[in-house]
């Protein structure tokens, strides 16, 4: 079955950085797009990143744009989203999402809270 683990979510002071991590398993991840999605308190869970199978084309939203870049390695069944120049902003719960055989699947999430 399709998993997916998110991992490397902590608290950091405005302007440091994260290194999130989501380890998939259970598909032929590099077949697949990845996305990273994130929900703050109160607010609708909003997409933050995505990345095509082989990496050739990268979204990212307007709020993130220039702060944080999506990666992948398939040999490793992991992506990454690097998290730089923190805002207090960008707090919430981040989540790993695939999309397979039109199910979507979504990792537990990791808490990011960014603060001074």
């Known amino acids: 079955q399709v998993q997916l683990v998110e991992s490397g979510g902590g608290l950091v002071q405005p302007g440091g950085s994260l290194r999130l991590s989501c380890a998939a398993s259970g598909f032929t991840f590099s077949e697949y797009i990845m996305r990273w999605y994130r929900q703050a308190p109160g607010k609708e869970r909003e997409l933050v990143a995505t990345i095509t199978s082989t990496s050739g084309f990268k979204y990212y939203a307007d709020s993130v744009k220039g702060r944080f870049t999506i990666s992948r390695d398939n040999a490793k069944n992991t992506v990454y989203l690097q998290m730089n120049s923190l805002k207090p902003e960008d707090t919430a719960v981040y989540y790993c999402?695939?999309?397979?055989?039109?199910?979507?699947?979504w990792g537990q999430g990791t808490q990011v809270t960014v603060s001074s």
């Open positions: 999402n695939v999309e397979v055989g039109h199910n979507d699947y």
